[in-house]
């Protein structure tokens, strides 16, 4: 259970990396005026296909973890 403790905190910060370059790498040609619900005319919605879709998965299950990590993080150190 110790192991499991001293190893949860660099468990949380590799999930984190991977969240973020997850991100980085399905923003492609977003704007400013995009990220504030502007830019209608440059959005188009399209089903994600092959490693787009794999990436999005992918991206959600990295963030699942990251959250389950942060709680059990919590609930193992407080005791």
Do not use: C, H, W
């Not at 969240?19 to 980085?24: D, F, M, P, R, T």
């Not at 440059?42 to 994600?48: E, I, L, Q, T």
């Amino acid at each position: 259970m110790e192991a499991l403790v001293s190893a949860l905190p660099y468990a949380e910060i590799l999930l984190s990396i991977l969240l973020i370059v997850g991100i980085a790498l399905q923003q492609r040609g977003a704007t400013l005026g995009g990220a504030f619900g502007g830019d209608n005319f440059a959005s188009m919605f399209y089903k994600r296909r092959g490693a787009e879709k794999f990436l999005f998965n992918a991206t959600i299950a990295v963030a699942i973890l990251l959250v389950l990590a942060a709680i059990a993080n919590f609930l193992l150190a407080g005791s």
